[in-house]
């Protein structure tokens, strides 16, 4: 596989899977997005799943999400006013990407141990 773009810059200028993965790179990202795709998640939900995430921390990794297009806020008016996530059209075609690293971790590093001893002594 070449390891450049050419000219495969459809995205600002920028190669796609650098942009891709600009948005899903940061801390707790995948994880978020591992829960919303699930369906639908309210703020304490999530800060539950993800344990030991700060709250400001999901705030920020939310707002980013959302400004990036891939997620919705939807606040009910209801008191005390609740509040859900979910994913966009957009924020569900990042899914299967999620889903094959969830598929590549849990075939070649759920037990890696015995793999790489295996692969060093036949070094």
């Known amino acids: 596989m070449d390891d450049s773009c050419g000219d495969d810059r459809a995205v600002h200028g920028e190669c796609p899977v650098l942009a891709t993965a600009r948005i899903v790179s940061g801390k707790w990202t995948l994880l978020l997005l591992r829960d ?31 400004d990036e297009g891939i997620i919705d806020r939807e606040v009910f008016a209801e008191a005390p006013p609740r509040v859900e996530y979910r994913l966009t059209a957009k924020g569900r075609d990042i899914v299967p990407i999620v889903e094959a690293m969830r598929a590549y971790g849990e075939q ?16």
């Not at 919303?36 to 920020?60: D, K, N, V, Y």
């Not at 070649?108 to 070094?123: K, N």
């Open 36 to 66: 919303l795709a699930g369906g639908p998640c309210r703020f304490t939900q999530l800060e539950r799943s993800l344990e030991g995430i700060s709250p400001r921390t999901l705030s920020q990794r939310l707002k980013v999400l959302e």
């Open 108 to 123: 070649w590093l759920a037990d890696d141990a015995p793999r790489a001893a295996a692969g060093a002594a036949s070094r």
